[in-house]
Nanobody, 125 residues
């Protein structure tokens, strides 16, 4: 497992951009695929984006494709989520996650066993 701490959340207007950061601790960071999930009030936690161990391979939920960009810096043990053209429906708590290192569907919560505490993103119209 890795320990994860998210930051960068806030309150923005629809159409604005926001960049989330996730700081990971542990020497095995580069061996984990990393992802972002989000949870709206009263709803289940859902997949947003994943980046593989190799920084070039990414996967996105249809709802954010073309607007969000996930990236990682293995030298700094960091994962990022650049969110552009934000919509009110993007509102929620955003969680960083690290995978179990045994494979699995990139959009399934069961694939991940390391979670941060979350950072709130609120988009108002």
């Amino acid at each position: 497992q890795v320990q994860l701490v998210e930051s960068g959340g806030g309150m923005v207007q629809a159409g604005d951009s926001l960049k989330l950061s996730c700081a990971a601790s542990g020497r095995t960071f580069s061996s984990h695929s990393m992802a972002w999930f989000r949870q709206a009030l009263g709803k289940e936690r859902v997949f947003v984006a994943q980046i593989s161990r190799r920084p070039g391979v990414t996967y996105y939920a249809d709802s954010v494709k073309g607007r969000f960009i996930i990236s990682r810096d293995n030298a700094k043990n960091m994962v990022y989520l650049q969110m552009n053209s934000l919509k009110p429906e993007d509102t929620g708590i955003y969680y960083c996650a690290g995978d179990r290192d045994v494979g699995g569907s990139p959009d399934s919560r069961l694939t991940y066993d390391s979670w941060g505490q979350g950072t709130q993103v609120t988009v108002f119209s």
